[in-house]
């Protein structure tokens, strides 16, 4: 063997199978809400809770936000679709099996292109991708107690993605990660909320070892218990080496030991052995009685279509080209679904500086929507008023400081922003002389100021400077021009003092 | 096709039943009954016949994505042999 090899002797090959919850109101087959975070047992009905004699209905916007998804994955849909019962025993589970699709998905044969690191673009392959029911939560008891269940998950609409083993490094699984949500957000499938499990991760990983000549493919592990894109990355590098290691000191090679499923322990940063399968589950699959088959028409396709338009990795590059933002800003804005993205345009459109609009719907905006917990479709300020806002400062007519107070009085009445100014009379001080002798006085009143000002120095000397702007600006309700209080501030403490501003 | 008690087994042991020997004997010959009487189909020649995922001819049945009522809480978990008023309660899991 090579003493030093630079490159890793093998290649990382990696696939991925991704769960994700659905943006419904409710859940997959009854009128229970779908959300995270209520308290236990609070959205549960007989037909989540698998009572005997009940009867699942489709919630059809699960349905359609599931072809968004598959669609947008390039993936084959296919024109007849089943659902099956796939039978096991756990406690998360109340009916004893969970209904989802086992031969006939609704849609196969798909991809998503990803960035590589030398700039270009990679396909990665979408095997299928079905819609099923989740299980609830189980909280596991502490030594000898009980375990605790909570079925308001249970019965809410799950995504499963299923990847081919087109990923050959760690980094390469990340990305394709942040693609999928980058495009599953934009499109309000999901809002792949890692933290929250809203997405879920497994990796099935080996390596494809070049040992004298050949290549040999080392035993599939299967990789769970990732909680973020950094402890997938993590998790695949770790598993890489390990493996390799393995390799080396038992040669063991695919099909030689049973299937092998590991946990990532993010403390300590490794995977741990959870068991070997002998032998495939036995889940006994059968077509679920209950739910008649789905046929996916031409027409029920077009709308689909039609509600996708731009794919997000294109408006992301659009934006960033025709408003001139940051990628960044583009990427966040993106992220953050397609109707907040909408708004931007229409906001940025009625600016002279889009990134001001960029600005500020990922801070002020974003921030309200946070606090009041609306969509950017409750937001009461249309675009174009925001714009009228926002553009006032573009032209000086107020400050940034007067057009905050203006904007939440905006949110509260939803009146005009030139009506609110005028009212309270915001309109921004922005003549020389006047603000020149509101200095002069300010500074006549507090002779201390020029004294620290002189005693001081560097930043603490800076910090002066400041404290007389507040001053100003306290005289002037907010209202004065702040670059041109600050220029007015500095040249009089230079000028009464004679020690320079730094 | 005749199963085999050992098939009957594995059977029992993915619905959770313990059988005796003699359950399992009596078991193995009462299935053997019912899948001797179900193949008297592979009589009939299926050959172009579509596989049928479903007996009822309708296809398309959906809901609307409108929240209805849930339990109130004590009523989900009245029938429960064992909870701690907020969740079900059940032994210990091994994972």
Partial sequence: MATSTEATPYTIVIGLEVHVQLLTETKLFCGCRNRF????????????????????????????????????????????????????????????????????????????????????????GIIRVHLEEDAGKLLHAERGGKSQVDLNRAGTPLLEIVTKPDMNSPAEARTFLEELRLLLRYLEVSDCNMQEGSLRCDANINLHVQHNGQTVATPIVEVKNMNSFKAVEAAMAYEARRQYEEWLRTGAKLGEVPKETRGWDENRAVTVSQRRKEEASDYRYFPEPDLVPVVVSEQMLQEVRSQIGEFPAQRRLRLAAEYGIPEYDARVIVELGKAFADYFEQFARGLENPKNASNWMLQDVQRTLNAKGWTIEQFPVRPEKLADLVSRIERREINTHAAREVFAEMIESGRDPGAIIAERGLTMVSDEQQLKAIVDQVLDENPKVLEDFKKKKGKKRKQVAGFVRGLIMRQTKGRADAALVERLVNEALVARTGVPLE | MALSAEQVQAVALLARLRLTDEELAVMTGQLNKIVEYVEQLHEVDTKDVEPLAHPLPISNVFREDRLRPSLPRDVALRNAPDTDGEFFLVPPVLD
């Avoid at chain 1, 209520?38 to 919630?59: K, R, S, W």
């Avoid at chain 1, 699709?101 to 590589?116: K, V, W």
């Fill in chain 1, 37 to 124: 975070g209520d308290p236990p047992n609070t959205n549960v009905c007989p037909i989540c809770l698998g009572m005997p004699g009940v009867l699942p209905v489709m919630n059809q916007k699960a349905f359609q936000l599931a072809l968004r998804a598959a669609v947008a994955l390039n993936c084959q849909i296919a024109r007849f679709t089943k659902w099956d019962r796939k039978n096991y025993y756990y406690p998360d589970l109340p009916k004893n099996y969970q209904i989802s699709q086992y031969d006939l998905p609704f849609s196969h044969d798909g991809y998503l292109e990803i960035p590589t690191a030398d700039g270009g673009t990679k396909r990665v």
